[in-house]
């Protein structure tokens, strides 16, 4: 447990992630949803009004900072609390502490709980009472969801918060800071620019982590004119790994997406498998590439395997769920199944279409029968009139015109001959004769 006024300053055996922590808002880059100039939150921090919250985040994402933040505006007793060390004696400790605190000395007490997930249902109950009575104001992190970790009493008397990971850009800003600050590396430490990226990259939104790479990186590169200058080679021999040729705004990232569409298109596993791993490897967004590979199983695939589909929104979920590094096994697998999957353009070609009639043929009028009558004046004029109910007939089919009158015969969907699509093929051109009998059948009986 530890007060937030007792932080005396840092000295530099403190770790630089401590040293360089943010001391106000101006300084906490992210969260910007939450925290920036006229958020509700910002405001309620500033005001020295704030609820009880659970602050839900990806690791290294400010959760820790924001708690120690807000303590520090509504100029709270603030006590340090980990989950993962304390049972129901400890939860029971800090209590009396915090009900001490706010008695005798009047103060507003903040509890910070880290790890909070880690608490069972019974050690989580043990803060109801005084959340509820304002004996302390609770903020609890948890890099889990809190639907699932925190029990419905409790989570019903808390404000939650989301957190977002990091991007490359503001986790940038972060080591530019630690590189320029007085209580960092100022004036001690340069960092190239494909350093920069390089920590970015690798760091996948953790702050934390970025921080302590550049800290290692400082404390084993020799001085050389009263300032270390850390290279790439440096920053690999820290992280163990090799950074790779690749810049997600520039001319590779189109590169590398557009090759793994054409593996796949072009039905190449191995091929498909290299590009996403050097995409991820390289630091992309496994959700962008968790989009693209969606659509590409309904461009390149679509009802020859219905199916492709249906894994490419489940391999979209995995990395919701689980995050990087533990999805790229779901893009692998989804990856690897659209490329050998049966191919077919079919519906790509066929929305194309339509989609030309639609620019060409604004206004297009819906036939009166196929319309929905929903009053009686729509019914009176004609809405809803001769409409052949489909399932009143047999296979549930009518041969009749849907598309407007100056669209009739239009063909957009041609299915192709592969997969699943050789049956939806076989179907459509059944009902396409009949159809076709239909109108022949009406011709001749106009004609009589």
């Known amino acids: 447990m530890n007060e937030l006024f007792t932080r005396n300053g840092t000295t530099e055996k403190n770790p630089l992630a401590d040293r360089v922590r943010p001391t106000n808002l101006s ?68 209590i009396e502490e915090a009900r001490m605190k706010r008695e005798f000395k009047g103060k507003q007490v903040i509890l910070f709980v880290d790890e909070f997930h880690r608490f069972n249902r019974i050690q989580q109950d043990a803060f109801l009472p005084y959340v509820e009575d304002g004996t302390l104001i609770l903020i609890g992190a948890t890099t889990e969801n809190p639907s699932f970790e925190i029990n ?132 992309e967004d496994p959700l962008y590439i968790a989009r693209r590979i969606v659509r590409m199983a309904v461009e390149d695939i679509g009802l020859a ?65 196929i319309r929905n009558a929903p009053t009686y004046f729509m019914k009176k004029i004609g809405y809803g009139k001769n409409y052949k109910y489909a399932h009143n007939y047999p296979e549930a089919f009518v041969p009749e015109e849907y598309l407007p009158d100056v669209l009739k015969g239009r063909i957009y969907y041609e299915p192709l001959e592969r997969g699943r699509e050789s049956k939806i093929k076989e179907r459509l051109e059944k009902w396409r004769r009949l159809i076709k009998k239909s109108k022949e059948r009406k011709k001749s009986e106009d004609k009589g």
């Open 152 to 283: 419905s009493p409790l989570l019903s008397r808390v404000k939650i918060y989301i957190l977002k990971k990091l991007n490359n850009e503001e986790t940038r800003k972060i080591l530019e800071n630690a590189i320029k600050s007085e209580k960092g590396l100022k004036g001690m430490a340069e960092l190239t620019d494909d350093g920069f990226d390089f920590i970015s990259n690798i760091s996948d939104g953790d702050a934390r982590v970025a921080l302590n790479i550049l800290e290692i990186a400082y404390n084993v590169v020799p001085v050389r004119n009263k300032k270390k200058k850390i290279t790439i080679k440096v920053l690999e021999d820290v992280a163990q790994k090799k950074t790779l040729l690749y810049d997600k705004k520039q001319e590779e990232h189109y590169n590398l997406i557009s090759a793994l569409h054409k593996s796949i298109r072009g039905s190449d596993p191995d091929a498909a498998l290299y590009y996403l791993a050097r995409m991820l490897e390289s630091g």
């Open 305 to 369: 395997d219905p199916f492709a589909l249906t894994l490419a929104v489940s391999a979209k979920e995995a990395v919701h769920f689980v995050g990087m590094p533990e999805c790229n096994l779901a893009l692998a697998e989804a990856v690897v199944y659209l490329a050998t999957s049966p191919k077919s353009n079919s519906i790509y070609k066929a929305y194309t279409k339509a989609m030309e009639d639609v620019y060409n043929t604004p206004g297009a009028e819906v036939p009166f029968r």
């Open 27 to 94: 300084e906490f880059i992210g969260q910007e949803h939450l925290i920036g100039k006229g958020r509700a939150l910002r405001k309620a921090i500033e005001k020295g009004k704030i609820p009880s919250m659970i602050l839900w985040g990806p690791p290294g994402s400010g959760k820790t900072t924001l708690a120690f933040l807000i303590a520090k505006y509504t100029n709270a007793h603030y006590i340090n609390f980990s989950a993962v060390l304390s049972g129901i004696k400890e939860i029971r400790g800090v």
